[in-house]
């Protein structure tokens, strides 16, 4: 039951973070490029953002033909191709963003996670690392939950929690490192504290649906049925027809009657 408990925690940190969530931090007004440009990189983050890769990686290759020197096209351009599993050429964008800009410290959690996807693991997690201790990163919470993944992926989870920790001290209602945390947690065999962060979560980001499943199927392990039921249906409202509110929903249909 463990097992199949840490497996839903991971199936909802990969449903809350698909590869272009972080396009946040392409908004239109940052690019800056010529107005050609502009009208490619736009139609790029729209296919990107609704799920049309290939779409997008047209767009964003018009946009770097239209101006090359231009950062921020770049990163999409990076983003469309890590989203196609493209890795190499991903990482090669990613790089050249930061070649352009030393100071668009956001890339490199791009590319640290475009590292370890590509199977660089200890290079990725030096920019994290990297990323973390910049003082003008503005999201040193994305970055230490990304370093808490990629050592909870390596079942490192000593520094996973360490990890895991820091971004919800960070930032209380980032609900991702929740996830990762209670994961960490159970898998080191102390239910009883995952349930009582995952608590703690669902009142930081009572809106988010992941923290909610995720709580559900601890009270489950835990034997909290009653608890279990109530929590997954609040996910399954809040989330009715994606991802999350149907993994609550077959969660559900193992409850005891």
Do not use: C
Request: charged fraction near 25%.
């Amino acid at each position: 039951m463990t097992t199949r408990l840490n497996r839903t925690i991971a199936l909802v940190l990969i449903l809350l973070v698909p590869p272009a969530a972080v396009l946040l931090s392409l908004a239109p007004a940052l690019a800056q490029g010529s107005p050609e440009g502009e009208s490619h990189f736009n139609s790029g983050v729209i296919h990107l953002r609704e799920g049309r890769v290939d779409l997008a990686i047209e767009e964003f290759e018009r946009a770097v033909k239209a101006d090359s020197k231009n950062p921020y096209f770049r990163k999409g351009l990076g983003q469309a191709y890590a989203g196609r599993g493209d890795f190499k050429h991903a990482i090669e964008q990613f790089r050249e963003a930061l070649e352009l800009n030393p100071y668009y410290v956001d890339v490199r959690n791009d590319l640290g996670s475009a590292l370890i996807l590509g199977g660089q693991r200890e290079e990725g997690r030096k920019e994290f690392l990297t990323a973390y201790a910049d003082a003008t990163n503005p999201t040193p919470e994305v970055s230490a939950r990304n370093l808490g993944q990629a050592y909870f992926d390596e079942k490192n989870y000593t520094e996973a929690i360490s990890w895991f920790r820091t971004a919800v001290g960070r930032a209380p209602a980032y609900p991702d490192p929740y996830l990762g945390l209670a994961a960490a947690l159970v898998a080191t065999d102390r239910l009883d504290e995952a349930v009582i962060l995952l608590e703690s979560g669902v009142e930081a980001a009572p809106e988010a649906p992941g923290l909610r499943l995720a709580l559900g199927q601890a009270y489950f392990r835990a034997g909290r049925f009653a608890e279990a039921r109530t929590s997954l249906e609040e996910a399954m409202r809040k989330d009715p027809s994606g991802p999350v509110g149907q993994a609550a929903a077959l969660q559900l249909q193992s409850m005891p009657r």
